[in-house]
């Protein structure tokens, strides 16, 4: 007898900004909705564990898409894409959400994400805290430094840069079947991608000065961070969550930058207190 | 701490050791370079030839040339090196971002022969703890 696993995948498709992207999206489960956003240069792959688990998917709709350009889905046919330089820019990663969750009839939905995904949790509750019940930024911080993101997309640099890359943003004590998957996956992210992903990571994120218009009592905003996390640290969130007056952080001891990829029974332990504490408002 | 990989006396055998570890041999393929470590004030020049590690020298070394160097104190490899490093000195890469470890040089030659060195330091360091 076979085995399979409980998730189904298939196509929907959204307009963004006038444009028409086949978004390819998985999901199980049932219950209160939850979409899961990758990180820059990813796919929906990292969420994968949350997709299967018995616990989460006996209470929750998991959801987990891949971004225009990104996984199974391509860029859009209307559009000559290779013309310009791919760039993923807040507006679009936002409008995004808002049209994935209206499109699949998702009733305030929570919205967990990592990395990119975490700070566009931040987002979210900024600019559309009444379409979702609660926001979960993993690895989430006002700005990201400074980086050179050429190196993401270089004629003399490959995709072996990419997997040694990927590696050390996870923390070294987690199994390494998991470590090396992250590193595979970050290798199947077409390079222009990774690169473009980091416009909005390093340039168009920016919360200086607009942390305290986020209101909790109408988005709730929980954070969390691994330890080890050289980008997004945990000095970084506490300095976020200081600021975001009722967010909820906790320091995810032993993790890194992808915490349900590289550990997936710890990041559970992180993440089921919340997810208890939304289910039960 | 004594660091192994920049000891005379035990360079030979981790050329060898590296040279016959399976993911290094593919993550090294074609590499060619003069890859400096700089551990405080000692340097240390590893010499790639079409993916195999022809030597490490690390005694009279102070005029050798490199294509790129990863420099690091001496507190900053000895963290590097424990068996579960801590936080910040777990990887090069996030190493550099915090300040603990820097690259010079080529940068653009390092970056492509990143799992190369990233490997290289990783068996540094399980043989450093064997």
Same mark, same amino acid.
């Given at each position: 007898m076979a085995k399979f696993d409980p998730i189904e995948g298939r196509f929907v498709y959204l307009t963004i900004q006038g444009v028409k992207y086949r978004v390819y999206y998985e999901e199980s489960g049932q219950g209160i909705p939850i979409i899961c956003q990758h990180s820059a240069g990813?796919?929906?792959?990292?969420?994968r564990h949350m997709l299967t688990d018995p616990e989460i998917i006996s209470k929750y709709h998991v959801i987990v898409a891949d971004l225009p350009y990104h996984g199974r889905s391509l860029p859009p046919e209307s559009v000559q894409w290779w013309k310009e330089e791919y760039k993923l820019t807040k507006s679009f990663f936002i409008d995004f959400q808002i049209e994935l969750s209206r499109a699949l009839g998702l009733v305030k939905p929570v919205y967990i994400g990592t990395a990119a995904g975490g700070f566009l949790a931040l987002n979210l509750a900024l600019e559309h805290p009444s379409e979702f019940r609660a926001v979960i930024g993993v690895e989430a911080a006002k700005h990201a430094g400074t980086a050179t993101l050429d190196t993401f997309d270089h004629p003399y640099i490959g995709n072996d840069y990419k997997r040694a890359n990927a590696m050390y943003?996870? /923390? %070294? /004590?987690? %199994?390494e079947k998991y470590r090396r998957a992250i590193t595979w996956v970050s290798m199947l992210a077409a390079p222009p991608v990774t690169k473009g992903d980091m416009n909005y990571y390093f340039i168009e994120h920016d919360l200086t000065e607009k942390?305290?218009?986020?209101?909790t009592s109408r988005c709730v905003v929980y954070l969390l961070t691994g330890e080890y996390d050289p980008t997004s640290t945990v000095e970084d969130t506490m300095e976020l969550a200081k600021e975001v007056k009722g967010s909820k952080f906790t320091e995810m001891k032993?993790?890194?930058?992808a915490g349900m990829a590289e550990n997936p029974v710890l990041f559970k332990k992180y993440l089921m207190p919340i997810l208890n504490e939304i289910a039960s408002k | 701490m004594a660091v192994h990989f920049i000891d005379p006396d035990k360079t030979s055998s981790i050329v060898d050791v590296l040279n016959s570890d399976p993911e290094f041999k593919i993550a090294a393929r074609y590499m060619t370079k003069d890859v400096c470590i700089e551990v405080g004030k000692t340097k240390c020049i590893i010499k790639f030839r079409d993916g195999v590690i022809t030597q490490i020298k690390s005694e009279n070394a102070f005029a050798d040339p490199w294509n790129f160097a990863i420099r690091g104190s001496l507190d900053a490899w000895e963290k590097f090196l424990q068996p579960i490093p801590p936080r910040f000195y777990d990887g090069i890469f996030g190493g550099m971002i915090r300040g603990n470890f820097v690259l010079e040089g080529d940068t653009v030659s390092a970056f492509s022969h990143f799992w190369a060195v990233t490997r290289m330091l990783d068996i540094f360091r399980e043989l450093q703890n064997k």
């Amino acid at each position: 007898m076979a085995k399979f696993d409980p998730i189904e995948g298939r196509f929907v498709y959204l307009t963004i900004q006038g444009v028409k992207y086949r978004v390819y999206y998985e999901e199980s489960g049932q219950g209160i909705p939850i979409i899961c956003q990758h990180s820059a240069g990813s796919q929906g792959l990292e969420w994968r564990h949350m997709l299967t688990d018995p616990e989460i998917i006996s209470k929750y709709h998991v959801i987990v898409a891949d971004l225009p350009y990104h996984g199974r889905s391509l860029p859009p046919e209307s559009v000559q894409w290779w013309k310009e330089e791919y760039k993923l820019t807040k507006s679009f990663f936002i409008d995004f959400q808002i049209e994935l969750s209206r499109a699949l009839g998702l009733v305030k939905p929570v919205y967990i994400g990592t990395a990119a995904g975490g700070f566009l949790a931040l987002n979210l509750a900024l600019e559309h805290p009444s379409e979702f019940r609660a926001v979960i930024g993993v690895e989430a911080a006002k700005h990201a430094g400074t980086a050179t993101l050429d190196t993401f997309d270089h004629p003399y640099i490959g995709n072996d840069y990419k997997r040694a890359n990927a590696m050390y943003f996870s /923390a %070294p /004590a987690n %199994p390494e079947k998991y470590r090396r998957a992250i590193t595979w996956v970050s290798m199947l992210a077409a390079p222009p991608v990774t690169k473009g992903d980091m416009n909005y990571y390093f340039i168009e994120h920016d919360l200086t000065e607009k942390t305290q218009q986020i209101d909790t009592s109408r988005c709730v905003v929980y954070l969390l961070t691994g330890e080890y996390d050289p980008t997004s640290t945990v000095e970084d969130t506490m300095e976020l969550a200081k600021e975001v007056k009722g967010s909820k952080f906790t320091e995810m001891k032993g993790m890194s930058h992808a915490g349900m990829a590289e550990n997936p029974v710890l990041f559970k332990k992180y993440l089921m207190p919340i997810l208890n504490e939304i289910a039960s408002k | 701490m004594a660091v192994h990989f920049i000891d005379p006396d035990k360079t030979s055998s981790i050329v060898d050791v590296l040279n016959s570890d399976p993911e290094f041999k593919i993550a090294a393929r074609y590499m060619t370079k003069d890859v400096c470590i700089e551990v405080g004030k000692t340097k240390c020049i590893i010499k790639f030839r079409d993916g195999v590690i022809t030597q490490i020298k690390s005694e009279n070394a102070f005029a050798d040339p490199w294509n790129f160097a990863i420099r690091g104190s001496l507190d900053a490899w000895e963290k590097f090196l424990q068996p579960i490093p801590p936080r910040f000195y777990d990887g090069i890469f996030g190493g550099m971002i915090r300040g603990n470890f820097v690259l010079e040089g080529d940068t653009v030659s390092a970056f492509s022969h990143f799992w190369a060195v990233t490997r290289m330091l990783d068996i540094f360091r399980e043989l450093q703890n064997k």
